[in-house]
Protein backbone atom coordinates (compact mmCIF):
# COMPACT_ATOMS: atom_id res chain seq x y z
CA UNK A 1 0.00 0.00 0.00
CA UNK A 2 1.01 3.57 -0.65
CA UNK A 3 2.27 6.43 1.87
CA UNK A 4 -0.39 7.01 4.65
CA UNK A 5 -1.99 10.66 4.15
CA UNK A 6 -4.60 10.44 7.18
CA UNK A 7 -5.47 7.95 9.46
CA UNK A 8 -7.60 6.18 7.16
CA UNK A 9 -6.55 7.12 3.74
CA UNK A 10 -3.17 6.54 1.68
CA UNK A 11 -1.83 7.73 -1.17
CA UNK A 12 -2.77 4.96 -3.68
CA UNK A 13 -6.35 5.64 -3.28
CA UNK A 14 -6.74 8.24 -4.66
CA UNK A 15 -4.37 8.02 -7.90
CA UNK A 16 -6.07 8.37 -11.52
CA UNK A 17 -6.91 4.77 -12.29
CA UNK A 18 -5.75 5.31 -15.69
CA UNK A 19 -2.17 4.41 -15.18
CA UNK A 20 -0.68 8.04 -15.71
CA UNK A 21 0.67 7.88 -11.69
CA UNK A 22 -1.19 10.92 -11.17
CA UNK A 23 -2.66 12.57 -7.93
CA UNK A 24 -3.24 15.99 -7.01
CA UNK A 25 -6.10 15.35 -4.29
CA UNK A 26 -5.90 18.13 -2.23
CA UNK A 27 -4.97 17.40 1.05
CA UNK A 28 -7.63 19.44 3.08
CA UNK A 29 -10.50 17.11 1.03
CA UNK A 30 -9.02 13.98 2.53
CA UNK A 31 -8.79 15.59 5.86
CA UNK A 32 -12.74 16.38 4.98
CA UNK A 33 -13.38 12.40 4.51
CA UNK A 34 -11.97 11.96 7.89
CA UNK A 35 -14.89 13.76 9.16
CA UNK A 36 -17.56 11.27 7.36
CA UNK A 37 -15.46 7.86 8.81
CA UNK A 38 -15.19 9.79 12.27
CA UNK A 39 -19.02 10.00 11.76
CA UNK A 40 -20.16 6.42 11.02
CA UNK A 41 -18.02 5.71 14.13
CA UNK A 42 -20.49 6.67 16.55
CA UNK A 43 -23.15 5.43 14.77
CA UNK A 44 -24.95 1.78 16.03
CA UNK A 45 -23.51 -0.19 12.82
CA UNK A 46 -20.26 1.07 13.32
CA UNK A 47 -17.74 1.45 10.43
CA UNK A 48 -15.24 -0.39 8.72
CA UNK A 49 -13.68 1.43 5.90
CA UNK A 50 -14.49 4.06 2.95
CA UNK A 51 -13.39 2.86 -0.19
CA UNK A 52 -12.52 5.09 -2.83
CA UNK A 53 -13.28 3.80 -6.10
CA UNK A 54 -12.79 7.06 -7.68
CA UNK A 55 -10.53 10.09 -6.64
CA UNK A 56 -8.07 11.95 -8.57
CA UNK A 57 -7.92 11.69 -12.49
CA UNK A 58 -6.44 13.39 -15.31
CA UNK A 59 -8.74 15.02 -18.05
CA UNK A 60 -8.62 12.39 -20.93
CA UNK A 61 -9.57 9.43 -17.67
CA UNK A 62 -12.39 11.49 -16.59
CA UNK A 63 -14.08 12.15 -20.32
CA UNK A 64 -12.86 8.32 -20.48
CA UNK A 65 -15.59 7.64 -17.37
CA UNK A 66 -18.04 9.51 -18.62
CA UNK A 67 -17.35 12.99 -16.45
CA UNK A 68 -15.88 15.78 -17.67
CA UNK A 69 -12.07 17.32 -18.36
CA UNK A 70 -12.35 19.84 -16.08
CA UNK A 71 -14.96 18.61 -12.96
CA UNK A 72 -14.24 18.34 -9.93
CA UNK A 73 -12.16 15.07 -9.71
CA UNK A 74 -9.46 17.02 -12.04
CA UNK A 75 -8.91 19.42 -9.63
CA UNK A 76 -8.09 16.61 -6.84
CA UNK A 77 -10.92 17.89 -4.64
CA UNK A 78 -13.69 14.80 -5.53
CA UNK A 79 -14.38 11.18 -4.64
CA UNK A 80 -16.56 8.47 -5.26
CA UNK A 81 -17.10 6.33 -2.28
CA UNK A 82 -18.82 3.14 -0.07
CA UNK A 83 -18.58 3.55 3.50
CA UNK A 84 -18.16 -0.39 4.87
CA UNK A 85 -20.53 -0.87 8.71
CA UNK A 86 -18.20 -2.86 11.21
CA UNK A 87 -19.56 -6.28 9.89
CA UNK A 88 -16.60 -5.43 7.31
CA UNK A 89 -19.49 -6.60 4.87
CA UNK A 90 -22.61 -4.35 4.27
CA UNK A 91 -22.56 -0.85 3.06
CA UNK A 92 -24.50 1.75 3.99
CA UNK A 93 -27.15 3.44 1.74
CA UNK A 94 -26.29 6.04 -0.36
CA UNK A 95 -28.77 8.42 0.73
CA UNK A 96 -28.01 7.98 4.06
CA UNK A 97 -24.16 8.74 3.04
CA UNK A 98 -25.29 11.78 1.15
CA UNK A 99 -27.72 13.31 4.02
CA UNK A 100 -24.09 12.96 6.22
CA UNK A 101 -21.73 14.08 3.56
CA UNK A 102 -24.06 17.32 3.55
CA UNK A 103 -24.56 17.55 7.60
CA UNK A 104 -20.91 17.61 7.51
CA UNK A 105 -20.50 20.39 4.80
CA UNK A 106 -19.86 18.87 1.53
CA UNK A 107 -20.64 21.08 -1.22
CA UNK A 108 -20.82 18.61 -3.85
CA UNK A 109 -22.74 15.48 -3.48
CA UNK A 110 -24.09 13.04 -5.86
CA UNK A 111 -25.95 9.11 -5.30
CA UNK A 112 -24.17 7.07 -7.83
CA UNK A 113 -26.86 4.29 -6.73
CA UNK A 114 -27.87 2.18 -4.02
CA UNK A 115 -24.05 2.04 -1.63
CA UNK A 116 -22.00 4.62 -3.90
CA UNK A 117 -21.78 8.39 -3.75
CA UNK A 118 -19.84 11.57 -5.07
CA UNK A 119 -18.51 13.59 -2.80
CA UNK A 120 -16.24 16.90 -3.33
CA UNK A 121 -15.93 20.00 -1.91
CA UNK A 122 -16.03 22.82 -4.25
CA UNK A 123 -16.38 26.26 -3.94
CA UNK A 124 -16.48 29.58 -6.46
CA UNK A 125 -13.29 29.76 -6.42
CA UNK A 126 -12.26 26.21 -7.75
CA UNK A 127 -15.44 25.08 -9.83
CA UNK A 128 -17.74 26.45 -12.18
CA UNK A 129 -21.00 26.02 -9.54
CA UNK A 130 -20.06 25.79 -5.78
CA UNK A 131 -22.93 23.73 -5.00
CA UNK A 132 -24.49 20.53 -6.38
CA UNK A 133 -26.54 17.69 -5.28
CA UNK A 134 -27.63 15.30 -7.38
CA UNK A 135 -28.86 11.41 -8.21
CA UNK A 136 -27.39 9.41 -11.26
CA UNK A 137 -30.02 6.98 -10.22
CA UNK A 138 -33.14 9.32 -11.17
CA UNK A 139 -31.41 12.03 -13.05
CA UNK A 140 -32.17 15.12 -10.79
CA UNK A 141 -30.32 17.35 -11.35
CA UNK A 142 -30.89 19.88 -8.44
CA UNK A 143 -31.93 17.86 -5.12
CA UNK A 144 -32.18 20.72 -2.47
CA UNK A 145 -31.24 18.61 0.87
CA UNK A 146 -30.64 15.20 1.39
CA UNK A 147 -31.52 15.64 5.42
CA UNK A 148 -34.63 13.57 5.27
CA UNK A 149 -32.14 10.50 4.79
CA UNK A 150 -30.40 10.93 8.42
CA UNK A 151 -30.57 8.22 10.54
CA UNK A 152 -33.73 9.27 13.01
CA UNK A 153 -31.93 9.51 16.54
CA UNK A 154 -33.83 6.86 19.13
CA UNK A 155 -34.29 8.78 22.95
CA UNK A 156 -35.11 6.32 25.50
CA UNK A 157 -35.90 7.18 28.80
CA UNK A 158 -35.47 4.93 31.69
CA UNK A 159 -37.99 5.38 34.88
CA UNK A 160 -37.07 3.08 37.37
CA UNK A 161 -37.57 4.03 40.88
CA UNK A 162 -35.98 3.51 43.99
CA UNK A 163 -36.56 3.08 47.50
CA UNK A 164 -35.30 3.98 50.31
CA UNK A 165 -36.48 2.48 53.72
CA UNK A 166 -35.10 3.55 57.44
CA UNK A 167 -35.86 1.00 60.27
CA UNK A 168 -34.95 1.94 63.95
CA UNK A 169 -35.01 -0.84 66.22
CA UNK A 170 -37.37 -2.94 63.78
CA UNK A 171 -39.88 -0.29 63.46
CA UNK A 172 -39.90 1.48 59.55
CA UNK A 173 -39.81 5.17 60.26
CA UNK A 174 -38.75 6.47 57.06
CA UNK A 175 -39.92 4.95 53.28
CA UNK A 176 -39.32 7.27 50.17
CA UNK A 177 -39.21 6.74 46.77
CA UNK A 178 -37.20 8.61 44.25
Known amino acids: MGKQ????????????????????????FINKLETIYEYFTKCPDGISAIIVTSG??????????????????????????YVVKSDGITRYNSREVAAVAEKLGFSGIGIIDNTAVHVDTRNASDYTN???????????????TFAEYLPKQKVTATTSKHTLTVILDGKEIIKKEF
Request: charged share 20%; proline share 2%.
Open 130 to 144: SHWFGNEITGEDNIK
Open 56 to 81: YRCSKHSVFVGGYASDAHTKGIAADI
Open 5 to 28: ITAHFNFDEFKCPCGCGGNKTDTS
